[in-house]
């Protein structure tokens, strides 16, 4: 890989993309730890409050409270905008 394909952008969030998908599996309707199995489910404003408590043995459990749908808007809205 070029130095100029480390320094795009592009090349930044799909770091941060592969990094949240080891901890997090996006459903449907759902959130996922992949660690501990622990669900969030989007319905009544989910999406928007800290992940609930992973199970005892998570090893993403003991970092501080998450919040992997912010973290993903956030990857993604460093993407560079396409241009027809």
Not at 15 to 31: M, N
């Amino acid at each position: 890989m070029s130095t100029r394909d480390r320094n795009d952008p592009n090349y930044a969030v799909t770091a941060a993309l592969e990094e949240w998908t080891r901890d997090w599996e996006l459903g449907k309707t759902f959130l996922h730890c992949r660690h501990c199995g622990t669900l969030q489910t989007f319905h009544g404003g989910g999406g928007g409050q800290p992940f609930p408590a992973h199970k005892d043995k998570c090893l993403i459990g003991k970092r501080d409270k998450h919040f992997p749908l912010y973290e993903l808007r956030a990857a993604l809205d460093t993407l560079s905008p396409m241009t027809p």
